[in-house]
């Protein structure tokens, strides 16, 4: 990680610089820390943030983009589960223009109603294609078992009922709750400390203080529970399975990432070597973790053939037991470890890669050398040290499932494995147990 420099505006709001001399791309980001587990109305804040750039009061949208790329540059606005990002790119010869075009969104976006309805459209045929998407299907199935009713188990658009009732109001109700959410800044490229002050302060001066609790209770995991997504036409069963992790904060966290390697971080994983290589089930089966601010996980994830399920499911449980009782060998250990650290350094080339890692350290309150001391710990590791790591949480005992297919196939497969099977139809408001 290069050095980040902080700077303060008059308003509070901290400046996190990244000066990279060698670089005439500039990257520019304002994070908002509200989102859509903070809707009113579910969808609300997905589409706010989607429109957050289609024109301000000043600029139609086709005038707002011709001034933006007649630049060379790009605004672009995305919202999360718990925040609302807006980022600007562009040649450092541009950004004051590109910094003024991003404060014209902050401070007044118009939410055209023409642009509402293009963009209710277009979400409406996403999710049309989405719903016929065995992957789609099993991630949803795996949001309501992982996190229980809480907001993180629903869909960021709404469902199609939402989508289709969401009115301008809603939209304006979002941004006035988002725009009093706490916020930072994150800049990375050619910019000099000295002008951040007085260059940056142009995004927030102005905007209503931050006053927006954006608390929300920690996810639960219904431990031992399966919820399967019925998709009757289905030849694969599309397989979600999650353990339940710690966040960026506990001691754990970097040997939980070296051991998931281990088990599916890669073409050389275990579970890459035995359902793909020996038993040619899947092009692919992964294991990741997945730290969010209200739930950490470590997520499995394949598909496979109607007819390879069972075994699937049973293949995956003996991974888990074998990886939570038996020391790792040396030299397995090493090439996961190579394998981290070379995708490390390849995520930190470009400006925009090293503002992202800026926005974790921040967004989840770490140290600035959170990722220099994570790098150290994945380089101290031997296999003895992970053995405790490996028994605390890699035991299938503790596992929850979310998947897709053919409610027989995955009922009958995972009856060993769960301790409840819930079918829950997409297309039915019914569940059924």
């Known amino acids: 990680m290069p050095r980040v420099e902080t700077v303060v505006l008059p308003d509070g709001t901290p400046v996190y610089i990244v000066p990279k001399a060698n670089e005439d791309l500039i990257t520019v980001q304002v994070h908002l820390r509200s989102g859509a587990a903070h809707d009113v109305y579910a969808g609300a804040t997905n589409f706010m943030a989607e429109l957050l750039t289609r024109g301000t009061t000043s600029l139609s949208p086709e005038e707002f983009d011709d001034k933006v790329e007649s630049l060379g540059c790009s605004i672009r606005a995305s919202g999360g589960r718990t925040s609302v990002t807006l980022t600007g790119v562009g040649l450092r010869e541009h950004l004051h223009a590109l910094v003024g075009f991003m404060a014209d969104c902050l401070h007044n976006p118009s939410f055209p109603e023409h642009e509402l309805e293009t963009l209710r459209g277009r979400q409406l045929s996403e999710l049309s294609i989405n719903e016929r998407d065995p992957d789609w299907l099993a991630g949803q199935a795996s949001n309501r078992v992982c996190y229980n009713g809480h907001p993180y188990a629903w869909p960021i658009t709404g469902t199609r009922e939402q989508m289709m009732?969401?009115?301008?109001?809603n939209i304006i109700h979002a941004y006035e709750r988002v725009i009093r959410s706490h916020r930072y800044i994150v800049v990375a490229g050619d910019v000099h400390v000295e002008q951040g002050v007085d260059l940056f302060a142009q995004l927030t001066s102005g905007l209503p203080s931050a006053s927006f609790d954006a608390t929300l209770p920690m996810a639960t995991m219904r431990t031992g529970h399966a919820v399967v997504a019925v998709n009757n036409e289905a030849v694969q069963s599309a397989l979600r399975i999650s353990l339940p992790s710690v966040d960026y904060h506990n001691a754990d966290c970097s040997a939980i990432q070296l051991i998931s390697t281990v088990l599916g971080g890669y073409t050389l994983a275990r579970l890459f070597s035995v359902l793909r290589e020996q038993k040619g089930y899947t092009y692919g089966a992964y294991c990741t973790p997945s730290i969010r601010h209200h739930s950490q996980t470590i997520d499995i994830f394949t598909s496979v053939g109607n007819e390879h399920t069972a075994d699937t499911i049973k293949t995956i449980a003996e991974e888990l037991r074998a990886i939570a009782t038996e020391r790792i060998p040396d030299e397995e250990l090493e090439y996961a470890r190579q394998q981290i650290l070379g995708s490390f350094a390849r995520s930190n080339e470009t400006p925009q890669q090293t503002a992202s890692l800026v926005s974790t350290i921040v967004s989840f309150g770490l140290p600035m050398d959170y990722y220099e001391q994570h790098v150290a710990r994945l380089q101290s590791y031997q296999p003895d040290d992970l053995i405790p790591v490996q028994q605390r949480y890699f035991?299938?005992?503790?596992?929850?499932?979310?998947?897709s297919g053919i409610p027989d196939v995955l009922r009958s497969a995972l009856a060993e494995y769960t301790?409840?099977?819930?079918?829950?139809?997409?297309?039915?408001?019914?569940?059924?147990?």
Do not use: H, L, Y
């Open 165 to 169: 009732a969401i009115g301008r109001d």
């Open 395 to 403: 035991s299938p005992d503790n596992w929850v499932v979310g998947c």
């Open 419 to 433: 301790a409840a099977v819930e079918i829950w139809d997409p297309a039915s408001p019914v569940q059924q147990e």
